[in-house]
């Protein structure tokens, strides 16, 4: 069984930078997934924000955060990384992340994915 824990959430100024961790435990060894970054505002759907797969390393960003936000993965820690930059009142939200065995093409459907992290909380101030 797949275990995710989220931290580095907090309190920013707008303009200021957040660097999340997701910590895995349970991977089958030898398998590839797909790990994504998700995050939930008050009163909206949760939304995707950026996928990577471990096997080839490729990424995909929501369209929102393409240029500020940053995924990684550091295979041999099984952490996965959200570095944010320029962060704006628009990016609060709780931040989960997933994972999903796969060795295809990552998507940014909450469906794609059947592990998740309990979230960390991102607050922004104008």
């Known amino acids: 069984q797949v275990r995710l824990v989220e931290s580095g959430g907090g309190s920013v100024p707008a303009g200021g930078s957040l660097r999340l961790s997701c910590t895995g435990s349970?991977?089958?060894?030898?398998?590839?997934?797909?790990m994504g970054w998700f995050r939930q505002a008050p009163g909206k759907e949760r939304e995707g924000v950026a996928t990577?797969?471990?096997?080839?390393?490729?990424?995909d960003y929501a369209d929102s955060v393409k240029g500020r936000f940053t995924i990684s993965q550091d295979n041999d820690k099984n952490t996965l990384y959200l570095q944010m930059n320029s962060l704006t009142p628009e990016d609060t939200a709780a931040y989960y992340c997933?994972?999903?065995?796969?060795?295809?093409?990552?998507?940014?459907?909450?469906?794609?994915?059947?592990?998740w992290g309990q979230g960390t909380q991102v607050t922004v101030s104008s």
């Open positions: 997933a994972a999903v065995p796969a060795s295809g093409v990552c998507f940014f459907s909450e469906q794609h994915y059947n592990y």
């Open positions: 349970g991977f089958r060894h030898g398998s590839w997934y797909c």
């Open positions: 990577i797969s471990t096997r080839t390393s490729t990424t």
